[in-house]
């Protein structure tokens, strides 16, 4: 009897310091498959979830891996997080928990355009976006006045625009539009610094424009109007999206929080060219979305990098062979991989907020493992 007291005490100390949630694939939204079913080397796939679980890839929470329409790899961790700033301690995490995605909230309120858009709400991306704020009338002068959805879309607005400091500094733009009495405002009443179209410069006002315009043309906030057109057609039934300090206006280009297999919905939906059990955005849209639109400055170890419709394209050599993919990316390693050559979406979070330097990272981690594991 004492033996057995000691395995069993053994046995809850050892379950009590797990930092792993079940990874058993559960085929309630997906059909599943294992991962050698659709040619990826399992070995690979249990190294990469040996590493996050020792912490040589920190804090990661949730991976999931599909391919050919098939959930082959869902895992779960515990760590630290956040919801929008707000310090949630550590959490173990399962394929219910709602997480903060903060700029693929950005890639959401682009699929919100292509809907508006097929609806006839907005003729094309070539409107004027002062043309949707006439309250703004002042500001329709010189280049400002050739600024389109297009050029919101593509982060190539020509406006001067700060987010490349940190957080804590007074002079980031994303942090002064927060706290403006009126974010539309205080994006359209920045000075311009070029013609818009030339050059990629990363832009939360942008995606808040877009948001209000959508509240402009169908008088729902962008939540409502997220939910209705595509949340409900993805069978998206929790989410939550932080507001602006003081207000109802919730936060477009960072605020909403999904869960991993709700990413992986949407990732799914690019994928497969809009259609998810029906066609819920056009597919030409999303060819556009995710084409690269504008090059954008090559990160380290890329061998090309531009900006599709609030989504990054990047291509990266691995193992000899190009690696193409569109990205929805989110401060904290953040991500959504779209890969349609290899039939493949990828979606990773965690809770690396605001720390830029972190070597193994979840881009990393999806090279170093995820592609190479392919055959």
């Not at 301690?89 to 858009?117: E, F, M, P, Y």
């Not at 001067?160 to 942090?175: A, G, H, L, Q």
């Not at 050059?199 to 109007?225: H, P, R, S, V």
């Amino acid at each position: 009897m004492n033996y057995f007291f000691l395995f069993l005490f053994i046995f809850l100390f050892a379950c009590s310091g797990s930092k792993q949630t079940s990874h058993k694939l559960v085929a309630t939204e997906f059909e599943v498959a294992s991962l050698a079913d659709v040619g990826i080397e399992t070995s690979l796939i249990n190294k990469m979830d040996s590493q996050i679980i020792n912490g040589t890839y920190p804090n990661i929470h949730s991976v999931l891996i599909a391919k050919n329409n098939k959930l082959v790899f869902e895992k779960y961790y515990t760590g630290k997080d956040e919801n929008w700033g707000d310090n949630l301690g550590v959490r173990t995490h399962h394929r219910d928990s709602l997480h903060d995605i903060r700029s693929i909230s950005k890639s959401i309120v682009s699929a919100c355009i292509g809907i508006a858009i097929v609806q006839g709400r907005i003729k094309s991306v070539n409107e004027k976006v002062l043309d949707f704020f006439p309250e703004f009338k002042s500001l329709d002068t010189g280049l400002k006045s050739q600024l389109t959805i297009r050029h919101l879309l593509t982060m190539s607005t020509g406006l001067v625009w700060n987010e490349e400091v940190p957080y804590t500094d007074s002079n980031k733009s994303e942090i002064r539009m927060i706290r403006s009495s009126n974010q539309a405002q205080f994006v359209l009443s920045q000075p311009m610094e070029h013609a818009p179209g030339l050059k990629w410069k990363y832009n939360g006002g942008a995606t808040q424009l877009l948001a209000g315009i959508i509240e402009k043309l169908t008088g729902k906030k962008i939540d409502g109007f997220a939910d209705e057109y595509l949340f409900q057609p993805l069978g998206i039934t929790r989410y939550e999206w932080n507001r602006y300090p003081g207000t109802q206006i919730p936060a477009a280009a960072s605020g909403l929080r999904l869960t991993s297999r709700d990413l992986l919905k949407f990732g799914i939906l690019y994928l497969n060219g809009g259609r998810y059990n029906k066609q819920i955005l056009p597919a030409n849209w999303v060819k556009e979305s995710m084409k690269e639109q504008i090059t954008r400055p090559i990160p380290q170890g890329s061998l090309k990098a531009g900006y599709g419709y609030q989504f990054f394209t990047r291509s990266v050599s691995v193992n000899n062979k190009v690696a193409n993919a569109t990205i929805a990316i989110g401060n904290g390693n953040q991500r959504i991989f779209v890969d349609t050559e290899n039939n493949m979406v990828v979606v990773v979070t965690a809770g690396n907020y605001n720390t830029w330097d972190i070597k193994n990272n979840s881009d990393a981690l999806v090279y170093n493992f995820v592609y190479p594991a392919l055959k």
